[in-house]
């Protein structure tokens, strides 16, 4: 497939992924090769809650809870948000959509403001490697530096190579608490996965090395030069 000749091109990316899959890792490298924001429905949010707006009031007990906001609330606050300048040339949504209709939601959105259709990217890690990759992470309680006794142990066992503190296990970092998130994401996100699979859905190994997964992904993209270059 080729993305065409023009300089101008419009990148909108959806990543999916679970808790725990480097979605965050290959989120930061997107937007920084193309120089687009990524917008994070939970982090908008989040801002809304601690500037105490209305929207912040109402969603704040739903966010506690682990629930989910409201569509109609949803909605209004991603159109708005990418009718901004800096989404003129792209932008990567990150939590958003995570049902069914949001997803519908933005079909017509992009549709009716003549952007192209999202490149939708599921970095797909197994469950019991996220459980193996999340336990075995470890933290040091002075300088907040994270571990992973696998893939990044530190120098000496259980010690912070920086500051010489005993590292520990975060308690949100249980198999329990991994597995229930899992299921939680599973649940919301599988049938927003389903619903894109008929437009070609892409599947990343995200068992691989951050490096590796990186690749991939930029394969699956158009050239940065070309978007970064548009007005
Ligand atoms: P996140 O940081 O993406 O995990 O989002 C934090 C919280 O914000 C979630 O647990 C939901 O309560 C809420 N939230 C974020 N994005 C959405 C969305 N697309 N639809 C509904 N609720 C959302």
Same mark, same amino acid.
């Given at each position: 497939? =080729?993305?065409?000749?023009?300089?101008? *091109?419009?990148?909108?990316?959806?990543?999916?992924?679970?808790? =725990?899959?480097?979605? =965050?890792?290959? +989120?930061?490298?997107? &937007?920084?090769?193309?120089?687009?924001?990524?917008?994070?429905?939970?982090?908008?949010?989040? $801002?809304?809650?601690?500037?105490?707006?209305?929207? =912040? @009031?109402?969603?704040?007990?739903?966010?506690?809870? /682990?629930?989910?906001?409201?569509?109609? *609330?949803?909605?209004?606050?991603?159109?708005?948000?990418?009718?901004?300048?800096?989404?003129?040339?792209?932008?990567?949504?990150?939590?958003?959509?995570?049902? *069914?209709?949001?997803?519908?939601?933005?079909?017509?959105?992009? #549709? #009716?403001?003549?952007?192209?259709?999202?490149?939708?990217?599921?970095?797909?890690?197994?469950?019991?490697?996220?459980?193996?990759?999340? &336990?075995?992470?470890?933290?040091?309680?002075?300088?907040?530096?994270?571990?992973?006794?696998?893939?990044?142990?530190?120098?000496?066992?259980?010690?912070?190579? +920086?500051? /010489?503190?005993?590292?520990?296990?975060?308690?949100?970092?249980?198999?329990?608490?991994?597995? @229930?998130?899992?299921?939680?994401?599973?649940? $919301?996100?599988?049938? *927003?996965?389903?619903?894109?699979?008929?437009?070609?859905?892409?599947?990343?190994?995200?068992?691989?090395?951050?490096?590796?997964?990186?690749?991939?992904?930029?394969?699956?993209?158009?050239?940065?030069?070309?978007?970064?270059? #548009?007005?």
């Amino acid at each position: 497939m =080729g993305w065409g000749e023009a300089a101008e *091109v419009i990148v909108i990316i959806l990543l999916f992924g679970p808790p =725990g899959c480097g979605k =965050g890792t290959q +989120a930061a490298f997107i &937007t920084r090769r193309y120089r687009f924001p990524a917008v994070s429905t939970g982090e908008v949010l989040r $801002a809304e809650v601690k500037a105490e707006t209305d929207l =912040g @009031k109402a969603a704040s007990a739903i966010m506690a809870a /682990g629930g989910l906001v409201g569509d109609d *609330v949803i909605n209004p606050m991603v159109a708005k948000r990418i009718a901004q300048p800096d989404c003129a040339r792209g932008f990567l949504l990150d939590g958003y959509p995570r049902t *069914v209709p949001q997803a519908e939601f933005l079909t017509e959105l992009l #549709a #009716a403001r003549g952007l192209p259709k999202p490149v939708a990217i599921h970095i797909d890690v197994p469950a019991a490697a996220i459980v193996a990759r999340i &336990t075995s992470r470890r933290q040091c309680p002075a300088c907040g530096k994270i571990y992973n006794t696998i893939s990044q142990p530190p120098l000496v066992e259980g010690i912070c190579d +920086a500051d /010489g503190t005993a590292l520990i296990t975060r308690a949100d970092d249980t198999e329990e608490v991994v597995r @229930k998130r899992l299921r939680a994401y599973e649940e $919301a996100t599988g049938p *927003v996965i389903e619903y894109y699979r008929r437009d070609g859905i892409h599947r990343v190994d995200g068992t691989r090395t951050p490096t590796e997964i990186r690749q991939e992904i930029e394969g699956l993209l158009p050239p940065a030069s070309s978007a970064a270059t #548009a007005q």
